[in-house]
């Protein structure tokens, strides 16, 4: 005999705890994956240019707001 508990029945027109969790397990093992694969160098690459360019803005735009154009 097993202590496992049975499924908790769903409401009406959803999951029972038990397709829940495996849908859970499932997802996360996906995405897992997902995530250890890492972020391309050409996005990484593409980030780096964008953030250096936000940078040169804002740096730009408080030069502006303080007069010194």
Do not use: W
């Not at 397709?19 to 050409?42: E, N, T």
């Amino acid at each position: 005999m097993t202590d496992s508990k049975p499924p908790r029945p769903a409401a009406k027109g959803g999951l029972n705890t038990e397709i829940q969790s495996r849908i859970g397990h499932q997802l996360r093992a996906m995405y897992d994956d997902v995530v250890r694969q890492g972020v391309p160098d050409h996005f990484a690459e593409m980030i780096r240019q964008l953030d250096s360019q936000g940078a040169a803005e804002r740096i730009d735009t408080d030069i502006k707001k303080d007069g010194r154009d």
